[in-house]
């Protein structure tokens, strides 16, 4: 036991990496089935939102209820694009290759 002491001492001393405590005390749970994005230099958005859109009419318009923005930084955007690619991986290994129609995006709302 004394040895995995001293091994754990070590290592913290060593300028290990620390360990995090997620607090989901405030933590809000969306549903999103809409995604779009734009970018300025100094950071990224992503708008969430749900297709209110039961059947098409005449004039072919989709009804989109924007619910959440997010905004970060370029670095925390290609973290989150990292873990997101991982993750899709993951889940194509699992249940077989997503195939996403519709290369273009929708023009955001201006603000």
Request: charged share 20%; hydrophobic share 40%; net charge negative.
């Amino acid at each position: 036991m004394a040895k995995a002491n001293e091994t754990n001492d070590g290592a913290k001393s060593a300028g290990s990496v620390p360990s995090v405590n997620w607090d989901d005390t405030d933590m809000a749970t969306s549903y999103a089935n809409v995604v779009n994005a734009f970018s300025t230099r100094e950071e990224l958005t992503l708008l969430f939102g749900t297709n209110q859109t039961w059947s098409m009419a005449e004039d072919k318009i989709l009804s989109i209820k924007l619910s959440n923005r997010l905004v970060m930084n370029p670095i925390v955007a290609k973290r989150l694009h990292m873990l997101m690619g991982r993750l899709l991986e993951e889940y194509e290994s699992r249940y077989g290759t997503l195939e996403v129609g519709g290369t273009t995006a929708a023009v955001p709302p201006t603000t």
